[in-house]
T-cell receptor, first 115, second 113 residues
Framework: EAQVTQNPRYLITVTGKKLTVTCSQNMNHEYMSWYRQDPGLGLRQIYYSMNVEVTDKGDVPEGYKVSRKEKRNFPLILESPSPNQTSLYFC??????????????FGPGTRLLVL | AQSVTQLGSHVSVSEGALVLLRCNYSSSVPPYLFWYVQYPNQGLQLLLKYTTGATLVKGINGFEAEFKKSETSFHLTKPSAHMSDAAEYFCAVSASEDDKIIFGKGTRLHILP
């Protein structure tokens, strides 16, 4: 079954404590992306990756890091989380062979609360 | 640069009535347009997309959308609402095959019994 998985699904942490949210896809997709969803703001892209070792900033990259060492994994790293990073995070992936025709698949989301 | 405006953060319709969710876009190049649905506590799921060709696009669950270049619109419709359609709907635009997708702020659809 085609899937994008995220872990953890829920996380409560404190300001400044480094955390990593993992994302994995089983569809051999080149393109992966992280979004955050906030009420009234919709989804905003944090970072994206076109392939292994190729990453680029989205609209709201401040305070986040990513890495793409393997095609299937695209972890999101918060080195020093702050309360304004409390949000719902989604990972997504899609293939590039068919261009924009390719469907983008989303993970189930990670709800993060930073105290 | 691309942008999307969804008119109405909340829309309520009666069960069996027409669903109309409005989306207007801005793009300097021919756009690719999408509608996604998000059910409670779930990720986003693609409803339909317009890339090229026929301007009336049919999607899953009986939804369709029409690309109107002259009006820069891509409104989502469904002839008869069902209780299971209650969800949040996102319109999105992309400028090219590899460009990122820009999402609107979402419209929450409420279905009244």
């Amino acid at each position: 079954e085609a899937q994008v998985t995220q872990n953890p699904r829920y996380l409560i942490t404190v300001t400044g404590k480094k955390l990593t949210v993992t994302c994995s896809q089983n569809m051999n997709h080149e393109y992966m992306s992280w979004y955050r969803q906030d009420p009234g703001l919709g989804l905003r892209q944090i970072y994206y990756s076109m392939n292994v070792e190729v990453t680029d900033k989205g609209d709201v990259p401040e305070g986040y890091k990513v890495s793409r060492k393997e095609k299937r994994n695209f972890p999101l790293i918060l080195e020093s989380p702050s309360p304004n990073q409390t949000s719902l995070y989604f990972c997504a992936s899609r293939g590039l062979a068919g261009g924009i025709q390719e469907t983008q698949y989303f993970g189930p989301g990670t709800r993060l609360l930073v105290l | 640069a691309q942008s999307v405006t969804q008119l109405g953060s909340h829309v309520s319709v009666s069960e069996g009535a027409l669903v109309l969710l409005r989306c207007n876009y801005s793009s300097s190049v021919p756009p690719y347009l999408f509608w996604y649905v998000q059910y409670p506590n779930q990720g986003l799921q693609l409803l339909l997309k317009y890339t090229t060709g026929a301007t009336l696009v049919k999607g899953i669950n009986g939804f369709e959308a029409e690309f109107k270049k002259s009006e820069t619109s891509f409104h989502l419709t469904k002839p008869s609402a069902h209780m299971s359609d209650a969800a949040e709907y996102f319109c999105a635009v992309s400028a090219s095959e590899d460009d990122k997708i820009i999402f609107g702020k979402g419209t929450r659809l409420h279905i009244l019994p």
